[in-house]
């Protein structure tokens, strides 16, 4: 069958990066199209593309099998392709219909908008997609769910013959997403193309019928997702070998891990937030390192965020060495000894136009300053004990962190968090962006701290490093525990299949 939309040999390149190489993508009329990959694997880039909000280097668009070029997004939109983002890009404080019709309203004689037909109109229109709604609301009074309806009929109603959804439920209810389903069906039926971008295994074989896997910036599977077991899938995702996958996972355990013991030094029960987190309990003993597992959005980090007081809870508890932790605060978590090394160390953590000395005395204050001033001796102790410690190389402690490479920068984030003297450290993406020496370096030395006997809780996008730097592995998907893997169950091979189950 002909394409609706096709990308052939697209190429873009960003500064230092490759974001699309060689990527064929074709959309047929009629078919849910699921588009996966791992963070940063270009799936976003390529929407772009398809979109006319970027120019490809390379490779050529074909529009019904003619070349096109899209200069600008409304080139798109006039050919029928019409993206749905995450954030509903409507008018709020405009009605419904006008939502429906915005640039297109029927009009009167007198040239103005005729109300009494675009209400009419509107209201057949969400009819036919199955969504009751008031159309003379204005659109902010409705639920997230049908203001993403009412995007959707809005692209029907500009005669769309692609549609793009990216994440379209991540934020919908349970009803919502179902009569999204619905609307993808119809849309479906009538012969439009639907490009879906979702991290949701179940809601992928749910809805769709072809997939294409991204993985940095190329394509490395396309076809019928029915003829793709879930296993194979996670592994084209994540560019593991399943066979390879295997042959590691018995060899990987001769150098047997610390075991760890005592009583622990993190209970963290039915941890809930709405959409978030669905009652994720963990345990954390002393000189235990804790893997978080799981794909993108699977509530890795939110749960992390969670123990350090950082995100707010609807529900669950915190208990940090026997005693009950207040949630939802930073400062209750951090006097209760938990510290966390954000995943964004630039925007949460490090401050670049401050010293070395400077960073890592920043969280030693309140220990340090009990008389109200903090002892400069006492201050350059810790920083140097520290600077020693972790083998953070600087010209002296007085130099400015913004000028150190990225692991180095890194050292002086754990250090400082160190100095606090936490029972329990909390490692979001530690190693991410620094080169191999300081990961290696760094690796090391969360099991050095492990094995004084801190509680580590890791979470890492790379499986090699949470398989092999775990004692316990913990496996998320859409905010709940799938699975744990203890010891010697810590493989690959195991992490891959409980992210693959099926989960319903
Ligand atoms: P995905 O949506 O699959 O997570 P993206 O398309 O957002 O992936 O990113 C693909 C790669 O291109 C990443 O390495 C990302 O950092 C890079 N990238 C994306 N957009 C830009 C941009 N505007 N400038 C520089 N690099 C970018
Ligand atoms: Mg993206």
Redesign the pocket.
């Known amino acids: 069958m002909e394409a609706v939309l096709e990308a052939r040999g697209t190429g873009k390149r960003?500064?230092g990066?490759v974001?699309l190489s060689g990527v064929d993508l074709a959309l047929r009329p009629g078919e849910v199209h699921a588009l996966v990959?791992e963070?940063?694997?270009?799936?976003?880039?390529?929407i772009k593309v398809l979109t006319g909000v970027y120019q490809p280097d390379d490779g050529t668009l074909l529009l019904g099998g003619e070349p096109v070029r899209f200069g600008r997004p409304l080139d798109a939109q006039a050919a029928g392709i019409s993206t749905i983002y995450q954030e509903v890009n409507l008018v709020p404080l405009l009605s419904v219909a006008r939502n429906l019709f915005l640039g297109r309203e029927p009009r009167t004689r007198l040239g103005l908008i005729d109300t009494r037909a675009m209400d009419a109109r509107a209201a057949e229109l969400l009819g036919s997609l199955g969504v009751h709604a008031d159309v003379r609301r204005p659109l902010r009074t409705l639920g997230l769910g049908t203001q993403q309806m009412v995007a959707v009929a809005r692209a029907v109603a500009a005669e769309a013959r692609v549609v793009v959804m990216d994440e379209p439920t991540s934020s919908l209810e349970p009803r919502e997403v179902a009569t999204l389903f619905d609307v993808v069906g119809r849309l479906r039926s009538q012969g439009i193309a639907v490009l879906y971008v979702s991290h949701r295994l179940d809601e992928l074989y749910r809805i769709c019928d072809r997939v294409t896997v991204?993985r940095d910036?190329r394509v490395v599977h396309t076809g019928p997702l029915a003829e793709l077991p879930r296993l194979r899938l996670v592994a084209a995702m994540l560019g593991r070998d399943l066979d390879e996958v295997r042959r590691e996972g018995s060899t990987r355990f001769d150098g047997a891990s610390s075991v760890a013991s005592g009583a622990p030094v993190l209970e963290a029960t039915g941890l809930a937030r709405r959409h978030v987190l669905d009652g994720v309990s963990l345990t954390v003993r002393p000189g235990e390192i804790v893997g978080l597992g799981g794909l993108l959005g699977a509530g890795r980090s939110e749960t992390a965020r969670a123990i350090a007081g950082a995100m707010a809870v609807d529900a669950g508890t915190v208990t940090v060495a026997g005693r009950p932790v207040r949630t939802g605060s930073v400062p209750a978590a951090m006097a209760a000894g938990v510290v966390m090394l954000p995943e964004d160390r630039k925007a949460d953590g490090i401050v670049p136009g401050l010293s070395v000395r400077e960073n890592i005395a920043l969280a030693a204050l309140p220990t340090l300053s009990r008389a109200g001033i903090v002892s400069r001796a006492r201050q350059d102790a810790i920083v140097d004990r520290f600077v020693t410690r972790l083998r953070i190389k600087a010209s002296g402690p007085d130099q400015k962190v913004g000028e150190l490479s990225g692991g180095n920068q890194q050292k002086v984030l754990l250090a400082r968090l160190l100095a606090r003297n936490p029972k329990l450290l909390l490692l979001d993406e530690p190693t991410r962006g620094i080169d191999i020496g300081a990961k290696a370096e760094v690796q090391g030395l969360i099991d050095e701290l492990a094995a004084e006997g801190l509680g580590v809780v890791l979470i890492s996008s790379e499986f090699e490093e949470v398989v092999e730097g775990s004692d316990s592995v913990v496996v998320l998907r859409d905010g709940r525990v799938v699975a744990t893997l203890h010891g010697a169950e810590v493989t690959e091979d195991a992490l891959i299949s409980a992210l693959a189950a099926d989960g319903d």
């Open positions: 960003f500064p990066v974001a990959g963070n940063g694997a270009g799936k976003s880039t390529l991204l910036g």
